[in-house]
């Protein structure tokens, strides 16, 4: 099996997983009700390391356009609901994920 991506936005959770078989969790900040997370299947399209600004360490692009999975500049911010619609992550899990996952990957976003 492939790995995958689960994001739960009820639950502000990022899973890997390997076909059936979870490898890691991660907590995730995701999008203001005025700008939420979009629903849907997507892929991670490229990687940025270092891109400056609010993303942190890194930014990982998804296939919807102006959106990703990226660090941030602010830690206090994960668990809660204050991005423009972005999945956000501490600096040290987007690169622990960065580093497990290919472009192509696919990410599943739900409630």
Same mark, same amino acid.
């Given at each position: 099996m492939a790995k995958?991506?689960?994001?739960?936005?009820?639950?502000?959770?990022?899973?890997?997983?390997?076909?059936n078989r979870l490898i890691k969790s991660y907590p995730v900040a995701i999008g203001k009700i005025l700008s939420p997370t979009p629903a849907g299947t997507y892929t991670i399209i490229n990687k940025q390391h270092n891109p400056g600004g609010p993303f942190g360490v890194l930014w990982m692009g998804l296939s919807k356009p102006h959106y990703g999975i990226h660090g941030t500049n602010n830690p206090a911010s994960i668990g809660k609901n204050v991005s423009h619609g972005c999945i956000?992550?501490?600096?040290?899990? %987007?690169?622990?994920?960065?580093?497990?996952?290919?472009?192509?990957?696919?990410? %599943?976003?739900h409630k």
């Open positions: 995958w991506i689960n994001v739960s936005t009820l639950r502000h959770q990022l899973k890997l997983f390997d076909g956000r992550m501490f600096n040290h899990d %987007v690169l622990d994920l960065s580093s497990r996952v290919q472009v192509g990957t696919p990410v %599943v976003i």
